[in-house]
């Protein structure tokens, strides 16, 4: 547990020296939530946003890109300029365990995604979205610590599947991209068939667990998806860049 802390110290300091990074990181959603404010705000509820209002819709679901993106986009991004630059290479030569180096960057995602998460609801709340009710909190701390680490879990997936650092954007864009729009983030999809395709993909259960509430279903995927991404990291992560 000393060395995960120690661990997780340094993830969160090698984060805050790059304020640039630190600062876009965090607003980036509240920027996206305030300008759905201003253009939603007033708005009445309807069957469109599923009986809430758009702002009621919004919150949730851009809490819960903000999470994809501090967990599965900007971990894959980091991790193949780490390894490309010799970083991991370095680090495997330490005495630290794998699981301990990837425990730390598991918590340090899941705390920022909890910073993420409640910027974008202080910003809801001063657009009238009130918070979730106290009883389900216990539920939703749950359903973001999971989503975060599957998430994660899928970024070192897919980071042991990039081959060099130049390319790690455009292969976490080409990922993420569909799965957001598919799963209603930005846009509610009133499509049977695509939501009967996003529910069995990560994003969409992971959405509408932060709206209305767990349920088994959304955690299995989450899970299941987690799973698999574990997999895929332990058979194909590589720490030695790959040659040219």
């Known amino acids: 547990m000393r060395l995960i802390w120690h661990q997780i110290r ?37 069957d469109y946003f599923y009986g809430v209002s758009a702002l009621e819709y919004y919150v949730p679901t851009i809490a819960a890109v903000s999470v994809l993106g501090s967990c599965f986009s900007q971990l894959a991004i980091v ?16 005495p630290l365990p794998a699981h301990v180096y990837f425990a730390g960057l598991l918590a340090h995602c899941v705390l920022v995604s909890i910073v993420d998460v409640l910027l974008v609801s202080l910003v809801g709340r ?11 909190l216990p539920g939703l701390v749950a359903t ?42 930005y846009l509610p999809i009133h499509s049977d068939v695509l939501n009967a395709v996003s529910d069995v993909l990560p994003v969409r259960p992971f959405n509408q667990a932060l709206f209305t509430g767990p349920t088994w279903h959304s955690l299995a995927v989450l899970a299941v998806w ?13 720490w030695d860049p790959q040659p040219e």
Do not use: H
């Not at 990074?21 to 007033?42: R, Y």
């Open 79 to 94: 991790l193949a300029a780490r390894r490309q630059n010799g970083i991991l290479k370095r680090v495997r030569a330490t």
């Open 226 to 238: 987690g799973l698999a991404g574990a997999l895929v990291a332990i058979r194909r992560f590589r």
């Open 144 to 185: 973001l610590v999971l989503g975060a680490a599957a998430f994660c879990a899928l970024g070192v997936a897919v980071a042991s599947l990039i081959r060099n650092a130049e390319a790690a954007p455009a292969v976490v864009q080409l990922v993420q991209f569909p799965l957001v729009f598919i799963a209603g983030t």
């Open 10 to 46: 340094y993830e969160q300091l090698s984060f805050w020296r790059n304020p640039q990074s630190a600062f876009f990181t965090f607003i980036f959603p509240v920027v996206v939530i305030t300008i759905f404010g201003a253009l939603f705000n007033g708005m009445e509820t309807g």
């Open 126 to 136: 001063l657009y009238g979205v009130p918070f979730p009710d106290p009883a389900r």
